[in-house]
Every structure is written in structure tokens, then in C-alpha cells.
């Protein structure tokens, strides 16, 4: 699953980052971020106008990401659905 | 002994800066990288072995592997490949205390360096707080580094690490090659490291109402039409004081000296001139106190994330948000926030809209215009109808703000994906301290700004105002004759349409270079025609209302003031953006006073 499309407030793990064109730095800034393999992750709020950027939470860190960022994280919900 | 020249570097939000105002108080030095416009922070302090320790404050990044022009800059000086930086004795990389699993990972890459490092655990007072127990021994330990906890917005929050760097030279750290960084602060914070509960309660808590689609905006909408009010309501006593004291001044020179060009001078031309523009300070320090506490708070980025997407679909980005906010105090520290927006096409048209919000040196023409044209009364109990007329003011300047970067983005060629990627602080209280401090900074920028280039330019206008003299057996006001007078009446021709009468023509030519000025040089113009009354009463009774708000509609878009084309032009390296810049402001001005005035007098 990606974590664009986790629910809201449903604990997962991240499962990796994808480059979504050759050399992406907005991926390799991501994993810089700490979205690496095992994070837990969440997330925490939506934001108004249609619900983009999302809030995540990694660790105790919080970070705005737009829903196209979040699609590069690959994540796999707690209750192991789907990774 | 020779200084200590040590760099301060972090991830944002480490608390960097209130190090930096912990150790250097109020002995800094504000300037730009040679080159680009990236503000460079210098200060010192004296150890108490009595060495002297050079502070220089880096720009806040996540990662050597720099994502903006700032953050390049941090790379090169810990590199020691900046050109005209010395590369620093010693690094001191300042981490979240609260934060470490992501700022402990920016410790191993400057330890790979292997300069000598040590390590400031900040905000430990934040993390006992929360229920985190750091071990430091074992943390430094592990890191192979010297570890000292600071609190920097303690009074001596910052005494255990000048006693450290005073007691001995630091070695350089043994790099040892990782794999894998992630894993490493991993097994680093197991050992070190122990959160008794879910550190981030307090936040999520507060985030839940703040971020709340409804509820968050209404705060922010609030929180804004608050500080319009405030900055309007509070100034006005300061503004009346420094008025008045402008005013003594000036009598007290006219009485002491000889009629004459010099009296004129000091007195219509300087005095006037710089009182003019010191009784708008007020305003811009109580907007900053805002802008200040709002950016310390940590909200600042949740405003951000509210308004994010509103601003992408005109083509911007919620980073733009707190460059925008910037300029309206004032576009050029708006337009030198952009930097911060690590994205150069996001940041070109933030810079290219920044003049459109209305900075606080427009409130001088909106605060005559409307004293003298909008009743004071009360709206629905509780507004004032000038506070309302005043928002709508910079409710327009918004607006048209949207709308330009609505048609820049429709008109740019690349139209590829560019990033958010925004933390989130942790919520704090703002400290007064590091408020004043910041305040102090912005206000030295406005008045030098207005030092140099407002006072030339009155002084100027008065020259023009004053020669030549008028012929013998005139009979007209002296300035009828003058160089002002003549340039005003041929800019009339052009401005006739708008319902500018020469007066305000001639107010028009030096508030083209510095908006703040076109308030003095009206009162200028008008007290050398022979006025004596206040400006405000000349205007409510010499002026019609179309004219007033034909006046209010130029200054929404007031074509440029020469320090923000200097900024432009220093910001994007480039004249052509200058020009775009000026032209479409021009041309949008014209534009709405045109529509302006011809619609109030077909109404009025
Ligand atoms: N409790 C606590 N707050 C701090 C400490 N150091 C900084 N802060 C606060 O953390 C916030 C961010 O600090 P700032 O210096 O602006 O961070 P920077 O982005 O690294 O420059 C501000 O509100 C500071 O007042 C500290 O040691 N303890």
C-alpha cells in the first residue's frame, strides 16, 4: 500500500521509498527524512481543500506531505494487510 | 591565544537560533554570503579563560546532500570549501533533544567528515519534560563525540557547553564508515535512549483543533484579522507621539534659526521628511512582534499546511505563505525569505507577486486617505469601520496576488512536480529574548533603509519643490514655479484619467522609489504651497472621494519601490525579472485607478 492511500490514524510501517523518476531527489530526501524500512508511521491529519498534504507522523516527527510525496512510501498497515 | 572560530549547524527547528542569541547576545553581525543572498550570521563571545570564540551561525539543513542554495551553503563551509570562509575550528551541531531519530542521523554525516564536532543536546529540558531519558555518556560514547546538554533559552542553558569548548581543543572524530545511517541512529538510540510515553501528546492534541479543516481556518482567519486590528489600534498613541515630538522639533529649528534656504531645508525638507517616516515604525514592530511569535511558536508551517493546497492551485506552494506574511511588513525581507522555498520556479513567482502584499510602508497613504474619508464609527457593535475598510485594503492586494500567480503558472513552460516535504515543529512558547532580539534585527534593516534612500529623496524633493525660485510680482504658491511643480503638471496629462491632481503627482515621482515617502512629500508639497493645516484636512477638503480611493486603488499595487527592485534584482540575479516585475505592477496600478475613479464618479 502506499501511504497516500493509508487511512487516516491507522498505525502501518514503512516498507520503502520508490523513485518515481530516475535519480528523484524528492525520494532521496524522504528516506533523508527518515522514511526507511521498519518506521512505524501514521497518519494524522488531513489538510483542508481536499484533503492534500496529509500529516504524517514518523517517530515523534511530523511532516506535511503533499499526496504525491506520500505516494513515493511504500508502507504495510500494522495488522499486516498489503504491503 | 589566537579566537576560536566555531560553526553552528542543525537540522531546522533544533533551536540554532536561540543558541546563537544564548551565546553572542546582542553581539552580531547580519550580512550576505559574498555572492548570493543568503544571511550570513556572525557573532562573539568572550570565554572565561578570556579567549575570544567567533561564532558564525549556518543555515538550518536536514542533510550534507544540500536540496536549496542555504542549504548548499552549509555544506561548503563544514566542507571548508566555501570561498572566503575559513573553515571552521569546530563544528557544533545542535540536535532536538525530543527529535534525536532524525537529527541524529545529520550527526553521523558531519561526523564522516571527521573535523573535530561536538555535539549540543538541546532542549533537554523539553525531553525530561516529555518522559525521554537520554543516557549521555553512552551517547556520546557511541557517537565517539563529545556530547553536552544545553537549554538554550535558559539563562545559563548554554554554560556547560562554553565551559567545553573553553577547557580543551576538541579532537576530530575517527570516521568509521556506515553502511547504513538509518540503522546506525537505530542502535544508537536503543542504547542511549528511553521514552517512557508517546512523546508527541501534547502536539497531536493541539494539532487536532489547529489543523482541523473548519476549525483551523477559522483560527487562522482570526488570527490574521487580529493582527490587522492590533496593528492599526496599537500604534496610533506611539504614532501620535512621535508626530508631535517631530512637530516640536521642528518649530523649536524654525525658531532658532534665520529665514532662509537652510531653515527650509532642516525644517520642511529633513525634519519633516524623517518624521514622516519614523511615525510608521511603530506599526511595523508591532506587525513583526507577530510575524516573530507566530514563526517561534512553531505555527508559522502549520499555516502552511492549512493553506497549501489553496496556494498550489494559483501555482505557489504553502512555503510561500511565510514569505508572503513577511511582506506585509515589508516586501524585502519577504522577498530575502523566499529562500527558504527550496524550489526555484516556486520561489521566482513568490518573489514576483511579493510586492502585491501590502507592506507596511503603504499603511502611511491608506492611514491619511482613510483618517480623512472613512468615518470613525462602529460597525456591528465591535468593528470599526476603518479597521474593515482597511482589510478590504489588504483583502484586494491578496486577491490580485492569487490571481498573477494564477496567469504566471498558466503561462510557464515547465510544469513538472516540485516538492512540500515540511516539518511540522513541536509546539513551544515563544521567548522574549529571542523575539527581541529578532526584532531588533528587522528594525535596524527598515530604518537604515530609511536612513539613506528616503532621506536623500526628500531632500531631493525638497530641492525640487523649492527651485527655482518663483519671478517677481508672482502670484501663485512659490511651488507653482518650481521644477516639482512643472514635472507634476506634465505627469498630470498622463494621470489626469485616474483623478491624480499635480499635487499628488508630484508625490507620486519619489513614492515610486520608496512608497513611504509619498506621505512626506505630500506634506512637503503642500507645506510649501503655503498649507498650514494637517495634511489630513487639506486632503478631506480639498480632494474628492473619488480621488481618495483612486489613490487607495494605485497603492494595492503601487508600482515598486527601487529598494525591492534592488532586491529582485539581487534575489533572482536577473534584470529581466525586474523589469517583468515593474511593468505588470504598472500596468495593473493604472489599470484599477482608472477603474476606480471613473466608477466613484459615475456614482458619486
Ligand atoms: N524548551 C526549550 N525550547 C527551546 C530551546 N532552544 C530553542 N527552543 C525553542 O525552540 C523553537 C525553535 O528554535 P529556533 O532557535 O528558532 O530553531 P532553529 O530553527 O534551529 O533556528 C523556538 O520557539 C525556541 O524558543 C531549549 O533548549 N529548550
Not at chain 2, 538550518?60 to 575550528?89: F, K, Q, W
Not at chain 2, 487580529?226 to 492599526?232: G, M, S
Not at chain 2, 506611539?238 to 532662509?260: C, R, S, Y
Not at chain 2, 512536480?417 to 511540522?424: I, K, N, R
Amino acid at each position: 500500500m502506499r501511504l497516500s492511500e493509508l487511512p487516516k490514524n491507522l498505525p502501518a510501517t514503512v516498507a520503502g521509498v520508490v523513485d518515481a523518476v530516475a535519480d528523484d531527489a524528492i525520494a532521496r530526501r524522504l528516506r533523508e527524512l527518515g522514511f526507511v524500512a521498519g518506521e512505524p508511521v501514521r497518519i494524522v491529519a488531513l489538510a483542508p481543500f481536499g484533503g492534500d498534504p496529509l500529516l504524517v507522523q514518523i517517530g515523534s516527527t511530523r511532516f506535511a506531505l503533499r499526496r504525491s510525496e506520500a505516494a513515493r512510501v511504500t508502507v504495510a498497515s500494522a495488522d499486516g494487510a498489503g504491503a | 591565544m589566537s579566537a576560536l572560530q566555531i560553526a553552528l549547524v542543525g537540522n531546522p527547528n533544533s533551536g540554532k537560533t536561540a543558541l546563537f542569541n544564548r551565546l553572542t547576545g546582542a553581539r552580531q553581525k547580519v550580512a550576505n554570503y559574498a555572492g548570493v543572498t543568503i544571511e550570513r550570521k556572525e557573532g562573539h563571545y568572550t570565554a572565561p579563560s578570556g579567549r575570544r570564540v567567533r561564532v558564525l551561525d549556518l543555515p538550518g539543513t536536514y542533510s550534507l546532500d544540500a536540496a536549496s542554495p542555504d542549504e548548499a551553503i552549509t555544506r561548503d563551509v563544514c566542507l571548508g570549501r566555501h570561498p572566503g570562509e575559513p573553515v571552521p575550528d569546530l563544528i557544533v551541531c545542535v540536535v532536538d533533544a525530543t527529535n534525536l531519530r532524525l537529527h541524529l542521523r545529520f550527526v553521523l554525516e558531519l561526523k564522516a567528515l571527521g573535523r573535530p564536532l561536538i555535539l549540543a543536546l538541546n532542549m533537554i529540558d523539553a525531553a525530561e519534560r516529555r518522559g525521554i531519558a537520554i543516557d549521555v555518556e553512552a551517547l556520546s560514547r557511541e557517537l565517539g563525540i563529545a556530547v553536552v546538554p544545553t537549554v538554550a533559552v535558559h539563562r545559563h542553558g548554554a554554560q556547560a557547553l562554553i565551559d567545553r569548548l573553553d577547557a580543551q581543543a576538541l579532537p576530530a572524530p575517527q570516521p568509521h564508515p556506515v553502511a547504513d545511517l538509518h540503522a546506525e541512529v537505530r542502535r544508537i538510540l536503543a542504547v542511549a535512549v528511553s521514552s517512557a510515553r508517546d512523546s508527541a501528546a501534547t502536539d497531536q492534541a493541539i494539532d487536532r483543533i489547529v489543523l482541523h479543516p473548519v476549525i483551523g481556518l477559522v483560527i487562522l482567519a482570526v488570527l490574521m484579522f487580529v493582527i490587522f486590528q492590533a496593528v492599526f489600534a496599537w500604534a496610533t498613541p506611539l504614532m501620535d507621539g512621535i508626530e508631535a515630538g517631530f512637530g516640536a522639533l521642528g518649530e523649536a529649528l524654525g525658531a532658532l534659526l534665520p529665514d532662509g534656504v537652510l531653515r527650509s531645508l532642516l525644517v520642511d525638507g529633513i525634519v519633516a521628511g524623517v518624521g514622516g517616516v519614523l511615525v510608521f515604525l511603530p506599526q511595523i514592530l508591532i506587525l513583526f512582534v507577530f510575524i516573530l511569535v507566530l514563526e517561534e511558536s512553531g505555527y508559522l508551517p502549520r499555516a502552511a499546511f492549512l493553506l497549501d493546497q489553496l496556494m498550489l492551485r494559483v501555482g505557489l506552494t504553502g512555503r510561500s505563505f511565510i514569505p508572503l506574511l513577511s511582506s506585509f511588513a515589508c516586501a524585502i525581507p519577504g522577498i530575502m525569505a523566499t529562500r527558504s522555498i527550496a524550489d526555484p520556479r516556486d520561489r521566482l513567482t513568490t518573489i514576483l507577486i511579493a510586492p502585491l502584499m501590502t507592506c507596511s510602508a503603504r499603511l502611511p497613504v491608506y492611514t491619511l486617505l482613510i483618517a480623512a474619508f472613512i468615518p470613525q464609527r462602529t460597525v456591528a457593535g465591535v468593528f470599526n469601520l476603518q479597521g474593515i475598510v482597511l482589510f478590504t485594503l489588504y483583502v484586494a492586494g491578496i486577491v490580485s496576488a492569487m490571481a498573477v500567480a494564477w496567469v504566471i503558472k498558466r503561462l510557464r513552460r515547465d510544469r513538472s512536480e516540485h516538492a512540500l516535504m515540511m516539518e511540522l515543529p513541536s509546539y513551544r512558547w515563544p521567548h522574549a529574548r529571542d523575539i527581541a532580539i529578532g526584532l531588533w534585527e528587522r528594525a535596524m534593516i527598515f530604518l537604515k533603509r530609511v536612513g539613506g534612500i528616503i532621506l536623500a529623496l526628500t531632500v531631493l524633493l525638497w530641492f525640487l519643490s523649492s527651485f527655482p525660485a518663483p519671478p517677481d510680482g508672482a502670484t501663485e504658491p512659490a511651488i507653482q514655479y518650481s521644477l516639482a511643480g512643472r514635472i507634476g503638471r506634465l505627469l498630470e496629462v498622463v494621470f489626469a484619467p485616474l483623478g491624480f491632481n499635480w499635487q499628488i503627482c508630484i508625490a507620486l515621482v519619489p513614492g515610486l522609489a520608496a512608497r513611504e515617502v509619498a506621505v512626506a512629500s505630500l506634506a512637503t508639497v503642500y507645506a510649501l504651497s503655503g498649507n498650514e493645516d494637517g495634511l489630513s484636512a487639506i486632503v478631506a477638503t480639498q480632494w474628492s472621494l473619488a480621488t481618495a480611493l483612486s489613490l487607495l486603488a494605485w497603492y494595492v499595487f503601487a508600482p515598486m519601490c527601487l529598494s525591492t527592485l534592488a532586491t529582485v534584482r539581487r534575489e533572482t540575479n536577473s534584470w529581466r525579472q525586474v523589469w517583468i516585475m515593474a511593468g505588470y505592477l504598472f500596468a495593473l496600478a493604472y489599470l484599477a485607478s482608472l477603474l476606480t475613479y471613473q466608477i466613484a464618479r459615475w456614482l458619486t
